[in-house]
């Protein structure tokens, strides 16, 4: 369920914030119960909790439980100091919040396979990627407006739908850029760099995972997305310098030379190459800055950390609660250069979100939280948790399905680390 919660979470459901995957996952939590209930409970002692695992838990999430206390208690504390505080918004930007991190906490340990939760992963991906390529063969042939997986009177929210056709709109005006099952571009790179990332860093490949990640890395290109671009360099650099560090000395200067070579190639050819999308990407990357206004790179990306050095010590320190920020922009007149005078949004990248909201004390669980993830499970965990972290500073990813699937296989992967760590040790 978690495997394509991103997909099915574009359709609505009728309660208003709630996605139709978070619905269904909310089903899924049901009739996992009664299992959930006999890990926990001692039934042999009456209704009794089962200390070791209690206490194991605690030992592997007592800093994701923290973190969500902390958020829980500043958000609270936020009616104190915001005049125009909204229970309704705080109240659900916490419950999204407390979902996934009970299913994170509680039931990604007990349910989430890793190699099972991968194959079923690149089953998703694989069908992503025929549709995406379907979207291209429709729109060679003339159809501006290709079979939509995803018609709009279903989309999440109206803005969702508006967003979605204004991207159709301007892929047929300016150049096409295939979605997939997704809303736009930037969401396929989300769902599928995480899986080259995975793979790449197993050890057991063979030549047809070696072909699937070669076209999953295509696919990535060809939406175009300056988003997904970065993601699949970050992945693409780590597995790099992780081949440089385990080489022989004498295979490492051939290596090297093959990278620069790569390297150099692609930067020719975007330097030299006259297409207006690729400028377009560059010139996505030079709009990002203080002076420039509020450009999508700025809304995404620097927005939040200006919000964050124009809040007082205080909030600094501790934050203004989670689901708040329109309340205490308002309230505090908190306008940065990068606002817009008719722009009422809330939008940051997930880090910087949590950064205002939780301040500098959230923000340090909140790290050291995703440091105990990272470490357990060796390199596909430490991968994992910087392409994380990446698309955290980048995207407004916290407490979304991507998100959730990332943590979850940085946890599962690590326990099963740890666990056959223990058995070696055994025998």
């Known amino acids: ?25 909310i089903i899924v939590m049901i009739i996992g119960i009664p299992k959930v209930w006999n890990h ?36 609270v504390a936020a009616y104190y100091f915001t005049p125009s505080y909204s229970l309704v918004e705080v109240l659900g930007r916490l419950a999204r919040q407390l979902l996934y991190g ?133 992945v693409l650099l780590a597995y790099s310098v992780h081949i440089l560090l385990t080489l022989k000395m004498k295979y490492k200067w051939y290596y090297t030379a093959i990278l620069f070579l790569i390297g150099a190639n692609i930067l020719a050819v975007l330097y030299f190459m006259d297409n207006p999308y690729l400028v377009g990407i560059l010139n996505r990357f030079g709009e990002i800055g203080v002076g420039k206004g509020n450009t999508s ?9 200006l919000v964050f050095a124009a809040l007082g010590g205080a909030f600094k320190m501790f934050g203004f609660g989670f689901g708040n920020y329109e309340a205490f922009r308002n309230d505090y007149r908190l306008i940065t250069d990068m606002d817009h005078y008719v722009d009422n949004s809330d939008y940051m990248s997930g880090f910087t979100q949590i950064l205002t909201s939780a301040g500098l004390i959230g923000s340090g669980l909140f790290l050291w939280m995703l440091l ?18 990446v698309m955290m500073i980048s995207s407004s990813l916290y407490a979304t399905p991507v998100y959730l699937l990332i943590i979850s296989f940085m946890i599962s992967i690590g326990e099963e680390s740890v666990t056959t760590k223990a058995e070696r040790s055994f025998l």
């Open 1 to 25: 369920m978690i495997i394509i919660l991103p997909v099915l979470n574009a359709f609505e459901f009728p309660i208003n914030r709630i996605g139709f995957g978070e619905f269904l996952l």
């Open 40 to 75: 926990f409970i001692d039934r042999k002692r009456g209704i009794a909790f089962n200390k070791d695992h209690v206490f194991k838990a605690w030992a592997l999430h007592h800093m994701h439980i923290i973190f969500l206390v902390y958020s829980i208690l500043i958000s």
């Open 102 to 234: 009970f299913i994170l906490i509680v039931y990604t340990p007990l349910f989430f396979r890793p190699r099972k939760a991968v194959r079923y992963y690149g089953i998703v991906i694989a069908l992503a990627l025929i549709y995406l390529i379907l979207q291209l063969i429709f729109h060679k042939f003339g159809y501006s407006f290709y079979p939509n997986f995803i018609p709009s009177k279903l989309l999440y929210t109206i803005q969702d739908s508006i967003d979605f056709r204004y991207h159709l709109n301007i892929n047929s005006l300016i150049q096409y850029r295939p979605t997939s099952f997704f809303l736009e571009p930037a969401y396929y790179g989300e769902y599928v760099v995480p899986f080259i990332a995975i793979v790449l860093f197993n050890e057991d490949k063979g030549i047809k995972e070696w072909i699937f990640i070669a076209l999953v890395i295509f696919s990535v290109l060809l939406t175009k997305s300056a988003n997904g671009f970065v993601f699949l360099g970050v």
């Open 297 to 305: 790179g700025n809304i995404r990306i620097l927005r939040g950390f």
């Open 372 to 389: 105990r993830y990272s470490v357990r499970g060796g390199l596909k965990t430490m991968s994992l948790g910087i392409l994380l972290m």
